[in-house]
Nanobody
Framework: QVQLVESGGGSVQAGGSLRLSCVAS????????MAWFRQIPGHEHEGLAA????????VYADSVKGRFTISHDNAKNIVYLQMNSLKPEDTAFYYC?????????????????RGQGTQVTVSS
């Protein structure tokens, strides 16, 4: 059974950095795409970044472009989200997702697998 487990969340002051990790287990083949999302209570999931492993391409939301970096280690089945210059408005629950089946990369429901999330809190 495929499982995604996020880690690396926590509390940090504005301007600080965190690196989130998402370990994928139970896969029998290389993942074609992985992405990071976040959600604030009462709001929809916001797509932050995605990586398409076959082409090695990445895409980012405007809200995090230049501050966040997505990367992956296929040998270890891990995808990372390096978050720099964090702002209080980055406070949210962060999720990873894998295998985009339908829709655009920033649509959470289009992914075949999704993790349980990790909390990130940025204080001013």
């Amino acid at each position: 059974q495929v499982q995604l487990v996020e880690s690396g969340g926590g509390s940090v002051q504005a301007g600080g950095s965190l690196r989130l990790s998402c370990v994928a287990s139970g896969y029998r083949r290389e993942r074609k795409s992985m992405a990071w999302f976040r959600q604030i209570p009462g709001h929809e999931h916001e797509g932050l970044a995605a990586i398409f492993t076959g082409r090695g391409t990445t895409v980012y939301a405007d809200s995090v472009k230049g501050r966040f970096t997505i990367s992956h280690d296929n040998a270890k089945n891990i995808v990372y989200l390096q978050m720099n210059s964090l702002k209080p408005e980055d406070t949210a629950f962060y999720y990873c997702a894998a295998d985009l089946l339908v829709g655009s990369w920033y649509e959470f429901g289009g992914y075949n697998f999704r993790g349980q999330g990790t909390q990130v809190t940025v204080s001013s």
